[in-house]
């Protein structure tokens, strides 16, 4: 117990500097130690509760009113996370996750897809990047989705207290918000051999474009009507992957989970070379099948040196799934999705605390031993399509 308040120490330490007066710099702690402690919701209420405050006043204070920057804790949640869990083969991780709401007032909040519920629902989306190490993962950014139905309406923007300089931006897709999380990250230093996201971002062309142009390798998921290169025009991926010989499909393990490893059939083919592929690097096509239903196939573009084996790239596949990880124990564990506010500031104080949280215990498994997870390690060689 001793260590772990010493670590959290070492963690509310980080942060001081961000608070310029003590009382915000004494709630930021109350307000993470409570994030942490088994607290069954953790709102104003219930949080304040468990600091020994009277009424939530002071909490409501720190969200809503304080003078303090969330971009600042931010980037110390990822500086943080980066120190700890970096290793040279380390994934960005880009998704997003729903937070239902009821009513209109909540920044960003409207009738809209989320993947957290599986439907059509009256809630805010949050874009985020995540970090997979070989010891951990934790959130390292996090972007709130503004609909076009908010950008077009400035008055209601002001009264969700939307800065105007998001206003002028315009629309932003996820995809965007993505490029500009990545690219802090990188412009912080954040050690990253991959990119991983799923087909919401990898049928974006822009999107991959833009890691292109970074070298920032990928393995992106995209849907079944993709289009690639061919030798004699573009084809859809499943016409590709229904065209592999059968021994082009190999059982490879993408990495442990719940019941065992993680076994599927995976093709993999190289993508004809065009006059934009950066030297030393190709772009690949991945198959993921299912073994207990062939019919079930996961299609992924990727982009890489081309020294670079098959068992990095379902490593990187695999690695996707650490978002999804992350956001079940920040909401379970950590209150991501318990927040009462409506305004952005707001928003992006609880979600960035929230965040911290969540590292810190992700941070603090990773000095067990037995939390470390093995990863993949290996290394070899790479055109019309041609099978690997």
């Known amino acids: 117990m001793s260590s772990w308040r010493a670590s959290l120490d070492d963690v509310c330490a980080r942060i001081a500097g961000v608070f310029g007066r003590a009382e915000p710099r004494r709630w930021a702690r109350s307000y993470l130690t409570g994030l942490l402690a088994p607290v069954e919701r953790k709102n104003s209420w219930q949080l304040s509760e468990a600091a020994g405050a009277v009424s939530p006043d002071g909490c409501q204070h720190f969200l809503n009113r304080a003078r303090w920057s969330a971009d600042a804790v931010r980037d110390q949640v990822r500086s943080y996370v980066a120190e700890s869990l970096a290793s040279p083969d380390g994934v960005l991780v880009i998704d997003e996750t729903g937070f239902v709401k009821k009513g209109l007032r909540s920044a960003g909040v409207q009738r809209q897809y989320s993947g957290t519920a599986g439907r059509v629902e009256n809630c805010q989306l949050g874009v985020f990047l995540a970090y997979a190490g070989r010891s951990g993962r934790a959130l390292i950014d996090r972007e709130l989705y ?36 990545v690219d802090r990250a990188l412009a912080a230093g954040v050690v990253a051999g991959w990119l991983a996201a799923d087909s919401a971002y990898g049928r974006d062309g822009k999107f991959r474009a833009f890691l292109e142009a970074r070298r920032m390798s990928y393995v992106v998921e995209v849907p079944i009507k993709q289009t690639v290169p061919d030798t004699d025009g573009r084809r859809r991926v499943d016409t590709l992957i229904g065209r592999a010989p059968g021994e082009a499909w190999r059982r490879v393990s993408c990495g442990p989970g719940v019941r065992g490893e993680r076994e599927y059939d995976f093709a993999w083919a190289t993508l004809p070379e065009f006059d934009d592929t950066p030297t030393g690097f190709v ?6 099948r299912s073994i207990d239903d062939p019919t079930d196939i996961a299609y992924y573009l990727c982009f890489h040196p081309d020294t670079v084996t098959r068992e990095q790239i379902v490593a990187v596949a695999g690695a996707r799934w650490a978002i999804e990880e992350c956001f079940q124990a920040a909401k379970g564990q950590c209150g991501l999705d318990h927040y009462q506010v409506r305004k952005w500031d707001p928003w992006y104080r609880h979600i960035t605390m929230a965040m911290l949280a969540h590292a810190f215990l992700a941070v603090t498994a990773a000095t067990d031993p037995k939390a470390h997870a093995g990863w993949a390690e290996s290394q070899s060689p790479r055109s019309a399509v041609s099978w690997r």
Request: hydrophobic letters at 40%.
């Open 146 to 181: 503004l609909p076009e139905s908010w950008i077009a309406d400035r008055d209601r923007c002001a009264d969700a207290g939307i800065p105007e300089y998001r206003w002028e931006q315009g629309v932003l897709t996820k995809s965007r918000l993505a490029e500009a999380m």
């Open 283 to 288: 772009r690949t096509l991945l198959a993921r």
